[in-house]
């Protein structure tokens, strides 16, 4: 994907379970068909099943993979702005549960 017209950056950590949610709720949302987006998903160094769960979902969003092996947010919110194309960023925590 060259251009995308948003990205949304997530950032994690060590919390799989709340990703899990996350992804969940951000499946469900309503995004016209001829919009283009990705989603970018930093792991900053876990040791749980967080990269199982980004598997999980990667057939069904359009999701950029990375890991960040220096630990700490500020590294993990840089790495996902650096490999973001969409025109707009849009940030959020992976304990947020979007609207649908």
Known sequence: MNEAEFSILVCTSNRCK???RLL????ELRIPKDCTW????VDNAS?????????AYQNV???KSFIEPRRGV???RNAS???ARGRWLFS??????LPT
Do not use: N
Not at 24 to 27: D, Q
Not at 38 to 41: A, K, N, S, T
């Open 74 to 76: 500020s590294h993990a």
């Open 81 to 83: 702005r650096r490999e």
């Open 47 to 55: 040791c749980d099943d967080t990269q199982e769960v980004i598997k």
């Open 61 to 63: 969003l359009p999701i």
């Open 18 to 20: 709340q990703l899990d």
């Open 92 to 97: 959020t925590d992976e304990d947020v549960t």
């Open 38 to 41: 990705e989603l970018v998903i």
């Open 24 to 27: 969940a709720s951000i499946k």
